[in-house]
């Protein structure tokens, strides 16, 4: 890690403008690379500049430990949300705009756990992350190691969460921002009950095989388009399954199909659904794949049956259907989104139908303490 002569003081302006202009950090403060092995990284991110990795999912998550009373996180980004959790819990929201980089200061002296989750979904862009910056004379310490246990989440706005933090009705689309919380999503919060690692591949208002709505001039592409992708946004780079593979997967799509002004018939609907279940069989051969539907979703609760008994039939016992209720009582927004009430009821739900289909235990406390592990970053600096 490199340092600036002396002579300079903390700001966030100036430091990362020398950190850019001398490759350093100003005195006063030590530049981490976004590589260093001691950052830890959870969900899909495009390594291909391993000092800048880009990411545009819901929920993923960045992780580090590090000693002082500040730390500075250096992002291009100016359209998604973040919630920046310190030991545990919310320190600041930070809406991205203009800045290079965002301070949380004020800190206790000692050792300190800064995890970064990403709070908004792929259709706000792209982000970069470069890196964190902290106290001149202090490093960052290693994590504690990832669970074991993994889940991967393939759904829609509920897997986005959003709207889960909105108390009116305003369906101005803009208002979905600054509401919509991925990692209080049903996903995060069951996998933190089971103490696992989550990926969540989620995207408003995209279906099975058809979209509840598509934006003007582009081409339809339905979340089994976009699952490929490390990238929502962008074709380039494909996904290697084999970088991280689930013990279960959790597929909640549908909704949308049946929301659409042009819905699938039941065959378009089953036959897009199999030809998605054998790409997730191909990647994952000895993965539990766990098809949801919520209690009453007609036609679409039947459909997704039927698939899956033609799966079992087929051989493949390891592809279940998963009935879960809609918490209609907690519900906001002018897509009847669950709240967050609402969402901690579908991830109960779920944990407990996990915990049953996967054949899991109950968490070991101190596991599930550290349930925000990832994965740690490619490459030394």
């Known amino acids: 890690m490199n340092r600036t002569p002396r002579g300079f003081k903390w700001?966030?302006?100036?430091?990362?403008?020398l950190v850019v202009l001398m490759g350093g950090a100003a005195h006063g403060s030590v530049l981490v690379p976004a590589n260093d092995p001691n950052i830890q990284y959870r969900g899909r991110f495009d390594f291909t500049d391993p000092r800048a990795p880009r990411f545009d999912w819901s929920a993923v998550c960045i992780?580090?430990?590090?000693?002082?009373?500040?730390?500075?996180?250096?992002?291009?980004?100016?359209?998604?949300?973040?919630?920046?959790?310190?030991?545990?819990?919310?320190?600041?929201?930070?809406?991205?705009?203009?800045?290079?980089?965002?301070?949380?200061?004020?800190?206790?002296?000692?050792t300190h756990n800064l995890v970064l989750v990403k709070r908004t979904e792929a259709s706000f862009g792209i982000a970069t992350f470069k890196g964190l910056v902290l106290e001149d004379g202090t490093t960052l310490l290693p994590l504690d190691p990832p669970p074991s246990r993994r889940i991967e989440v393939i759904g829609d706005s509920l897997a986005c969460g959003a709207e889960d933090e909105d108390e009116n009705t305003d369906c101005d689309?803009?208002?979905?921002?600054?509401?919509?919380?991925?990692?209080?999503?049903?996903?995060?919060?069951?996998?933190?009950?089971?103490?696992?690692?989550?990926?969540?591949?989620?995207?408003?208002?995209?279906?099975?095989?058809?979209?509840?709505?598509?934006?003007?001039?582009?081409?339809?592409?339905?979340?089994?388009?976009?699952?490929?992708?490390?990238?929502?946004?962008?074709?380039?780079?494909?996904?290697?399954?084999?970088?991280?593979?689930?013990?279960?997967?959790?597929?909640?799509?549908?909704?949308?199909?049946?929301?659409?002004?042009?819905?699938?018939?039941?065959?378009?609907?089953?036959?897009?659904?199999?030809?998605?279940?054998?790409?997730?069989?191909?990647?994952?051969?000895?993965?539990?794949?766990?098809?949801?539907?919520f209690s009453n979703s007609f036609p679409m609760e039947g459909y997704v049956k039927e698939v899956v008994d033609q799966e079992n039939r087929a051989g493949d016992g390891q592809v279940g259907f998963m009935e879960l209720t809609y918490p209609w009582q907690d519900r906001t927004g002018c897509y009847s989104h669950p709240t967050l009430k609402g969402q901690q009821r579908i991830a109960d739900a779920l944990a407990e139908a996990l915990k049953k289909g996967m054949g899991w235990g109950d968490c070991d406390p101190t596991v599930k303490a550290g349930a925000r592990a990832v994965t740690p970053a490619p490459g030394k600096p």
């Open 11 to 17: 700001s966030s302006g100036l430091a990362f403008a």
């Open 173 to 293: 689309q803009a208002h979905q921002r600054p509401t919509e919380n991925g990692d209080l999503a049903y996903g995060p919060l069951a996998a933190r009950a089971l103490c696992a690692d989550v990926r969540v591949i989620a995207y408003s208002a995209k279906g099975m095989v058809v979209n509840a709505w598509d934006p003007p001039g582009l081409p339809p592409a339905p979340l089994p388009v976009l699952y490929p992708r490390v990238l929502a946004n962008s074709p380039t780079p494909a996904l290697d399954p084999k970088s991280w593979v689930p013990d279960a997967v959790v597929v909640e799509l549908g909704g949308n199909d049946f929301f659409a002004k042009t819905r699938p018939s039941r065959d378009e609907f089953e036959d897009g659904y199999r030809r998605f279940l054998s790409v997730l069989r191909a990647d994952y051969p000895k993965a539990h794949i766990f098809c949801v539907s």
């Open 63 to 110: 992780s580090a430990r590090f000693q002082g009373t500040r730390v500075g996180i250096l992002l291009d980004d100016g359209k998604n949300d973040y919630a920046a959790y310190i030991d545990g819990k919310v320190r600041e929201v930070i809406v991205t705009g203009t800045n290079p980089q965002y301070d949380l200061t004020g800190l206790p002296k000692g």
